[in-house]
Every structure is written in C-alpha cells, then in structure tokens.
C-alpha cells in the first residue's frame, strides 16, 4: 500500500482541558519508562509529576493551565502521540506546531532529543509561569462560516498602534491573539464589540507570549539553555515565519536562536506556517497530535483563506472532513484511530 504523505503539527498552550484528564494514561502505556523519566525530572525540580497531575480525580482549572505544569504535560502528551503514528501507513514529510508547540515539533524533528525537548519546555513553562508578565485575550476577524470579514483583520491589528503595551502574540488561523500588559489589554478588551456569544476572550494562566514583554524571560532561557542541545533537523520544520529548516542544511545556533530569541518576543504568524507548509509539501494529509482538538478550527481557518482543494468555508471543510478527512486529529478517538 502506497504510503501518505503527512504534515505533522503540534498543539501549543490550551490544549489539555477538562475532556483531556487522562489523556497520557488512556492512550500511553507503552510510553512508560519514557513518561516515568519525565516524571523524575520534575519531582526531582520539586514539581508534581506529569503521572500525578494527569489522574487526579477532578480538574483544576488553576493548577493545570498553569505554565509550568500545562506545558510538560501538553510536551508529553503531543511527543507519545508522534511516536504512536503508523509509519507504514504515513510518510511524514514535514513537521510544524503552534506557539509554544514549536518546542515540541523541535523534538519531532529530532532537533532536540526526547528528554531534551522536555527539559526546554519545563523550562519555558517554568519561567513564564513565575514571572507571569503580562497575558492574551483572543478575537476573531472571520465570521461564523469562517470566511474573513472584509477589512477586519487591519481595524485589530490597528489597534496595536493606537494601545499603548498591546501587541500582536498569534495570526492564528482566523483569529488574533493579542499580547499585553494589564491595563492594555483591558483597554483593548473594553473597546472590542462582543460577538458570537463569546469573544473576546481572555486566556487563563496565558503570560503575554510572542512579545517584546517576554525579553527577560529570553534572557534567561538562553543562560540555561545552551546551544549543545540543539541538533541538525531529521525532518524539515515549519518555524513561526512559515521559514522551512531543513535536514542537514540548518545552522544548529541559528535554531537555538531563534528559538529561544525571536520565537520569545516576536510575533507567531500561524497561518504563515501552515500556508508555507501546504505549498512547500502538498501533504495528503494534516495530522495534529493531542491533547485536545482546538486547533483543528485554525487549521481550517487556514485550508479556507488558501482555497486549499476547493475548500472555501466551514460547510466545506465539515463535508470534506465526512467524506474523506484531510485533517486528522489525534484529540478525536475515531481520528486517531486511523493515524496509529
């Protein structure tokens, strides 16, 4: 059977919620002594391990969308899922993530050996976490059928000019997150018209990411992580740019850079991401990896504002995905049950 070719993408901060509790004991006993590792490491750090946090009993919104603890357990949740799919039936091609799922996607690559990627995150969430500068608040500029409202998208960013501390954080899919202090995001959030029952939205435990707020947070990464770590790619990578590194032609201290340098404090375009990836690789297929299945609304956004093969809409993506699902989402049972 010919194999299908596969863009992997990796989920980012905001994904492991209260239909996620379990994830990593439901869907990873044959990862063990690589999750037991992880543990080790964090109650080593004096953390709960990622085995305690993942079965208690009742979720808590406040520990467990924290930094320092949402994040390992996103990284081991994400990094089991790659390592669970079905080689004979896939071709990966290329791998990419979203915000803080760039930490992850460098150990899907083989940039950063497992425990390597799960000490970078520990250490990003860790930090973020104590410092806690600043934070996001989420507002769309596509509609309910996921089509760009004309205009839209410059009155929010323009906004970024008119705010004072307000930063553009995330173009995510149809969406921005906004990065920022306290009190402009209060003022960008006060002058923002509620739509859709929902928005806008203020991200829980989320510091003010991609920003020129989080340079501290750089500098200190960069004293405790050192350049070593990093290797050359084993698959090509989608950076936050929509920049492709490839396999034996990436410099190892420009990914460490950028890594932790402009991936701090610069701006996250997503779309740019999954536009240079689909143009790059033409994949048969998306495969996002768990927890969670949040972002597979971006990356339709994202197939939609690309007339990707015919898709033009959100009834469009719906029927294609009945049909024959070009998106296949780890988060979703029936979903992952074709990619493992």
């Known amino acids: 059977m010919k194999r299908l070719s596969a863009l992997v993408i990796c989920p980012g901060r905001g994904t492991y919620n209260r239909q996620e509790l379990g994830y990593l004991a439901k869907n990873h006993h ?8 992880f543990d080790k490491c964090r109650i080593a750090l004096g953390q709960p391990s990622l085995t305690q946090l993942d079965s208690t009993t009742t979720y808590s919104t406040n520990r467990l969308t924290r930094g320092d603890n949402a994040s390992s357990l996103i990284y081991a949740c994400a990094y089991a899922d790659f390592l669970s799919i079905n080689h004979d039936k896939f071709d990966i091609v290329g791998v990419a993530g979203n915000s803080m799922g760039w930490y992850i996607a460098l150990a899907c690559a083989g940039v950063l050996e497992a425990n390597h990627g799960f000490k970078v995150v520990n250490t990003m969430g860790t930090l973020m976490q104590e410092a806690l500068i600043g934070g996001q608040l989420l507002y769309p500029y596509v509609d309910e059928n996921w089509i760009e409202i004309p205009r839209k998208r410059n009155e929010l960013m323009a906004l ?51 920003s020129p707020l989080q340079q501290p947070i750089s500098v200190i990464a960069k004293e405790q992580l050192h350049p070593p770590l990093f290797q050359q790619p084993k698959l090509p990578l989608i ?16 990914l460490w850079d950028y890594t932790l340098g402009h991936q701090v404090v610069a701006p996250f375009d997503f779309h740019a991401t999954v536009r240079s990836a689909l143009r790059e690789f033409a994949p048969d297929n998306i495969i996002v990896l768990g927890p969670g299945q949040s972002l597979g609304g971006a990356i339709a956004q994202c197939l939609i504002a690309e007339n990707w093969q015919g898709i033009h809409s959100k009834k469009d993506f719906i029927d294609r995905q009945a049909e024959q699902p070009f998106l296949l989402s780890m988060g979703i049972d029936e979903q992952r049950a074709v990619v493992i």
Not at 30 to 37: A, D, N, T, Y
Not at 239 to 254: C, E, I, M, N, T
């Open 160 to 210: 970024t000019d008119r705010i004072s501390g307000l930063y553009l954080s995330i173009n995510l899919g149809g969406m921005i997150v906004f990065a920022g202090t306290e009190k402009a995001l209060k003022t960008c959030e006060q002058g923002l018209e509620p739509i859709q029952g929902k928005f806008p939205i203020r991200l829980h435990n989320h510091a003010a990411f991609h």
């Open 30 to 37: 044959q990862q063990q002594s690589m999750l037991s590792g």
């Open 239 to 254: 950076d936050g740019r929509g920049h492709v590194w490839l396999p034996k032609a990436s410099d190892q201290a420009d």
